[in-house]
C-alpha cells in the first residue's frame, strides 16, 4: 500500500484534466456530491496548465479515451506530473490500451461506467493509499511467471467461505437482515462477518467492500445510472 494522500486543506481536492467542457462541469458536480472540492480544470493536450499555488490538489483526475491513449497525451501527463497522484477514468472500456506497467503515481484506473458510489470508493480507496487498477495490457486473470495468483485472487483467498457470501450479498445492496435470512444466520453474525472483511480488505465501508468484491468476481454492484453515456 502506497503512503495515504494528504492535502493541507483537510477535505480531498482535485485537479480535473478533460478535453471537454461538459465533462469538466459534470465531474465537478460530482466530486462536489461527495462532499469534496475541485482546484482546477485543465485540457489534457499541448496547452498543460500550471498547478495552482494557492491549493494544491489531493488528486489529479484525468479522463482518457483511445484518442489520449493513441496520441501520446496520456504519456505525457505522467511525465509532466510524475510526483502528483493521478486518477484516470476511463471511456469505452479502455483498459487493455493501457500501458503495461503504470507509473506507481496512478492510484486508480476507473471505469467511466460504473455508479457513482463505485467511483467515490475506488477515489477513496486511493486516496487512503491503495492503489485500484483493473486489469490492463494483458489478459486477466492469468497467474504470474512463478506461478503465483493474481493480486485479486491472492486477496479474495483472504476470505472465508462464509465471508465471500457475506461480501456478495454486500456487493448486491442487501441490508445485514436480508443477508442474514438469505444465509440463515443473525444479523449480529452477519455483522461480525463484515468487520472482519473490512479489517482483511483494509477497507472502513460496505461501498468499499462491495467495490473490492465486484472487481475481483465480477458480480455486478446494485448502482445508479453510469457516469458517462459512453
Known amino acids: 500500500m502506497n503512503d495515504p494522500v494528504i492535502n493541507d486543506g483537510g477535505d480531498p481536492v482535485f485537479w480535473i484534466m478533460t478535453p471537454c467542457n461538459w465533462e469538466s462541469a ?9 462532499g469534496w472540492s475541485v482546484s482546477k480544470t485543465g485540457r489534457l493536450d499541448d496547452n498543460w496548465p500550471i498547478c495552482p499555488p494557492d491549493k494544491t490538489p489531493s ?13 501520446g497525451t496520456l504519456l505525457e501527463l505522467f511525465e509532466k506530473h510524475p510526483d502528483m497522484s493521478i486518477a484516470l477514468l476511463l471511456r469505452r472500456q479502455q483498459e487493455s490500451s493501457l500501458p503495461v506497467s503504470l507509473p506507481t503515481n ?4 476507473i471505469d467511466a461506467n460504473h455508479s457513482s458510489l463505485l467511483v467515490q470508493s475506488a477515489l477513496q480507496l486511493a486516496l487512503a493509499g491503495h492503489r485500484v487498477l483493473t486489469d490492463h495490457g494483458a489478459p486477466p486473470s492469468k497467474p504470474s511467471a512463478k506461478g503465483k495468483p493474481a ?10 467461505g462464509r465471508e465471500r457470501e457475506v461480501s ?14 438469505r444465509l440463515g444466520i443473525s444479523p449480529n453474525t452477519v455483522n461480525a ?30 448502482s445508479s445510472a453510469p457516469l458517462s453515456p459512453h
Request: aromatic content about 4%.
Open 59 to 71: 488528486m489529479i483526475l484525468a479522463v482518457i479515451g483511445e484518442r489520449e491513449i493513441k496520441c
Open 168 to 181: 456478495h450479498e454486500i456487493s448486491r445492496g442487501r441490508s445485514n437482515k436480508e443477508i442474514a435470512r
Open 193 to 222: 462477518h463484515a468487520a472482519a472483511i473490512r479489517q482483511k480488505l483494509g477497507v472502513s465501508n460496505r461501498t468499499q467492500i462491495a467495490f473490492h468484491f465486484s472487481n475481483m468476481e465480477g458480480f455486478p454492484s446494485r
Open 26 to 34: 459534470a465531474l465537478t458536480h460530482l466530486i462536489n456530491s461527495f
Open 106 to 109: 496512478v492510484m486508480a484506473t
Open 151 to 160: 493480486p485479486s485472487t491472492a486477496l479474495m483467498d483472504l476470505l472465508t
